[in-house]
């Protein structure tokens, strides 16, 4: 299994050294419904950063992990007060200090994350780990879900299915497909659908495009979350 965090939070604007650094990137305009919400630019060490229409930052980052310990702490914004964690594991802070961002919200330590693991049999993947992707979390932290809610989609007959986490800012993909992986999900989908889920979140359920895959994950991301409607007929649960 191969795993990989992308990691994105909204930081207040950035200084002019790293203004300076930025390179604005076209965005697939077509998979939103509204111009000119993100506007998108990237860094020399492929970060990405985007603006949003109210002139709000975000950056993203990804990182490759081994371990459930390593994603957990792979998301962090700043150190955590409740435990002495080696600075190399916390990979989004490092990256935050290198272009002196600052997290605009101070009141959650974890960015929107979204895990992408590469396997070569899904069913071979116990349902609790799949949880645990989903949610992000450490082996070490207790199993909050009671189901596993996920969509599914195949390419040229390699299953990936999509996962929410309950209320944790987090959901996940795992893929039988090296194709799909390298084509679709690294380049674009891992970043996209980041921007998505924050837009869900601050819109009170709304996903900004007309496109299928995104209304899909949309309605999923509703059903692991207090009070927002979903359709229960377009996506999969399973008990824990």
Known sequence: ?????FVMTA???PGEATMNKLIERDLPHYEFSKRGLFTSFSLETGEHMFKDENDTWYVC???EKKTLHEIKYG??????PY???PSEQLSFVEMLERYDLKPLN???DKGLCHVIAEVEDLDSV???FQSRLAHADGDDDPQVAHAVHYIESKLNGKRSRFISGWESHSFATITESREFAEDILFPVSSWLYLLYFQYFLQQNGTIPSQQMMPRLLGNLWASTMKDIPFNKELLQIEKL
Not at 1 to 5: C, D, E, L
Not at 75 to 80: G, K, S
């Open 126 to 128: 116990p349902l609790e």
């Open 83 to 85: 435990a002495e964690i």
């Open 106 to 108: 101070p009141h959650y």
């Open 1 to 5: 299994m191969q795993i990989t965090i």
């Open 61 to 63: 980052s990804s990182s």
């Open 11 to 13: 930081v207040e604007t």
């Open 75 to 80: 998301r962090q914004i700043f150190p955590p």
